[in-house]
């Protein structure tokens, strides 16, 4: 891609007497076709598998003023049933963990450690209470690409260059690395060998600041997990202590 | 993700003075994305600074302060611009539930300004604080601060409040 943009100027001045063999350089292909279908076809597999669990260990690079990254970590646990329920438990090294509840009827927010919970009326489906919680409150859900892959074809169409990388053994497990670019990202991906192609690692660097901070997580799956319908509904302790939920719009004016 | 350095350095280092969690998509400057779909991505600005009062630049050296919790004084809040307690606040609270993942909220750390304004917003409480229960809100008192808890954007604020009785 970086080649093809330098080559642009040529084009311009060479004009007509752009000859075959320089438009033969920049004719390699960025997007390997068969590095796209495998994620198609992890994408499909993904929406094919209806209960889950997941654990996840990831970090993240935060970038202080001065430039310096910092990598941060934590851990995830992760419980789907679809369409309408989601459990997920995140552990940082710090007291900011928290609980996520939902159940197809609301949504609950819970911090273990002060012991605070708040529940909204949430949207019918995963799909769904991803986008709207995020929008309203702000909360962003974990490992978010997990139900968004296979998804949406405008997600391949974003993708401006892709490639196989090589077979790679990860914590035991065998897998084929892949690595693609888009607006802003590169992104590399490890999906599991064999008939269930699952996601084993993604690291995804940012590429439009300047410091390209990354953040990468590994998953290890529980494609057997069946997780009984109350996981997902959030029934609070004797002291824990309902707190508001501030939607995004009315936070402007306690500023 | 960005976070200002004084803040972290303030946080020993990791402790960002708010309750921020990882869901939350606040924080200053640049953000590192942990989505490759762009819809996740989307929202990441929205609710930057949140509460926009932040000393950044007084507390270079700040890790020296660990463990502070002593000097402050609950009450002492309605002094306003004592910076130095800013920091103390967040140093002590080792509780505080911070987001050290997608952003931090450079946001938490002011503190000092405004204790005693209500309307303003903390996210660290000061020591000693009792949580009291009036109707359906619980309120964290702390002298004859009234604060009332809530999430924002994922993670915890207190807003001062009149005494509620």
């Keep these: 891609m970086r080649a093809m943009q330098r080559l642009i ?24 076709p068969a590095a796209i279908q495998v994620l198609e076809r992890m994408g499909a597999y993904l929406r094919s598998i209806n209960t889950f669990g997941v654990r996840a260990s990831d970090t993240i690079d935060e970038v202080l003023d001065t430039g ?7 851990d995830i646990q992760l419980l789907v049933k679809r369409p309408n329920f989601l459990r997920a438990n995140i552990e940082t090294d710090r007291a900011a963990s928290r609980q996520l509840f939902y159940n197809g009827k ?16 949430a ?18 859900f974990p490992l978010a690409d997990l139900y968004r892959w296979g998804n949406d074809p405008d997600d391949i169409a974003a993708i401006k260059a892709a490639r196989f990388i090589g077979a790679s053994k990860i914590d035991g497990q065998l897998t084929n690395h892949y690595a693609f670019r888009q607006e802003g990202i590169d992104w590399q991906i490890w999906i599991a060998q064999g008939d269930a192609p699952l996601p084993i690692k993604y690291v995804i660097t940012t590429t439009d600041e300047p410091e390209q901070p990354q953040y990468t997580v590994n998953l290890k799956w529980d494609t057997a997990s069946k997780p009984d319908d109350a996981t997902f509904t959030f029934v609070p302790a004797e002291d824990d202590i309902a707190i508001a939920i501030v939607p995004l719009d009315e936070v402007k004016s306690t500023k | 993700m960005r976070i200002a350095s004084a803040v972290l350095v303030t946080a020993n280092f990791g402790l960002i003075p708010s ?17 490759v ?25 700040v890790n020296s302060n660990r463990n502070v919790n002593k000097n402050v004084n609950v009450n002492s809040n309605r002094n306003v611009n004592r910076n ?15 987001d050290r993942r997608y952003h931090p909220v450079a946001t938490g750390v002011a503190v000092g300004m405004t204790a005693a304004a209500i309307g303003s917003v903390i996210y660290t409480l000061p020591p000693s604080c009792t949580i009291v229960r009036v109707g359906a809100v619980s309120y964290q008192q702390c002298g004859s601060v009234w604060y009332e808890p809530r999430y924002v954007a994922g993670s915890v604020q207190y807003v001062v ?3 509620p009785r």
């Design chain 1, 9 to 32: 100027p040529v084009f311009a001045f060479a004009g007509l007497l752009l000859t075959p063999a320089v438009a033969k350089e920049t004719a390699t292909p960025a997007i390997d």
């Design chain 2, 84 to 98: 130095v307690n800013v920091n103390s606040h967040h140093d002590i609270d080792i509780d505080v539930d911070v």
């Design chain 2, 161 to 163: 409040v009149g005494p």
């Design chain 2, 37 to 61: 779909h762009k819809d996740v991505n989307a929202n990441r600005n929205k609710n930057v600074n949140v509460n926009s009062n932040v000393n950044r630049n007084q507390n270079v050296n």
């Design chain 1, 123 to 140: 949207k019918p489906t995963i799909g769904e209470v991803l986008t709207n919680i995020e929008a309203k409150y702000g909360i962003a």
């Design chain 1, 106 to 121: 609301t949504f609950t927010l819970f911090s273990p450690g002060k012991k605070f919970y708040a529940t909204v009326p």
């Design chain 1, 68 to 74: 310096q990254k910092i990598q941060m970590s934590s």
């Design chain 2, 19 to 35: 309750d921020a969690w990882a869901g939350n998509r606040g924080g200053g400057g640049g953000h590192t994305k942990t989505s």
